[in-house]
């Protein structure tokens, strides 16, 4: 069946380190993947997109790669700030299906001072 | 900066009962989308519509629900009769092409 992962439990890490959040599929041929941010009780805040053809975008302090033979994305945040705290959102558009996107369960993101 | 806007905020209703999720898509998006979202479980796809009629739906999304784009702002969400299991955060998005989607603030359906 078809699967996409996200570390369930939150990720602790101190304002001023990178924090890397993975994303694993399977049984998935994405089109293309992107991540995005929700805060408790609020709607899904897209950060990134990143196509089938690309290795890793950028945007500020923001990278994500993507990586089709190993069916894995990582999304990291450079010099993390408390104001990152949030669950981080994976979501993968598959090859055919124009505009579904299926999420991943996603990864509390917890940036202490 | 332009924003997707979801009315009511909160809905309560009774089992079987019908209930009418509102949203506002930002102005100039052509795509239209609803998501939900059950207490702690991952965001779901439920329907995608474009040029007034659905292009996708999940298997969510069977004879109880419809959508509808009544004038050129409102994209509607209708459960005819509601049931337990529906109580979840509503999701409406919006999009100018397939990629990047925008989505409102949800509305959360309590259904007793």
């Known amino acids: 069946s078809q699967k996409i992962e996200q570390n369930s439990e939150a990720l602790n890490i101190q304002e001023g380190k990178t924090a890397t959040l993975t994303c694993n599929y399977t049984n998935y041929s994405p089109a293309y993947l992107q991540w995005y941010r929700q805060d408790p009780g609020r709607g899904p805040v897209f950060l990134l997109l990143i196509r089938e053809n690309e290795k890793e975008k950028r945007k500020e302090r923001l990278k994500v790669t993507f990586d089709t033979t190993l069916k894995q994305s990582l999304f990291h945040i450079t010099a993390s700030q408390p104001a990152d705290s949030a669950t981080y959102l994976c979501a993968l558009v598959k090859t055919g299906t124009a505009s579904k996107l299926t999420f991943g369960t996603g990864t509390r993101l917890q940036v202490t001072l | 900066e332009p924003e997707v806007t979801q009315t009511p905020s909160h809905q309560v209703t009774q089992m079987g009962q019908e209930v009418i999720l509102r949203c506002v898509p930002i102005?100039?998006?052509?795509?239209f989308y609803w998501y939900r979202q059950i207490l702690g479980q991952k965001v779901e796809f439920l329907v995608s519509?474009?040029?007034?009629?659905?292009?996708?739906k999940s298997e969510i999304f069977d004879d109880q629900f419809s959508v509808e784009r009544p004038d050129g702002s409102n994209f509607t969400l209708k459960i005819r009769s509601t049931k337990l299991e529906d109580s979840a955060m509503y999701f409406c998005?919006?999009?100018?092409?397939?990629?990047?989607?925008?989505f409102g603030p949800g509305t959360r359906l309590t259904v007793t």
């Open positions: 519509f474009y040029n007034n009629e659905i292009s996708e």
């Open positions: 102005s100039n998006h052509l795509y």
């Open positions: 998005a919006s999009s100018t092409s397939v990629y990047e989607q925008y």
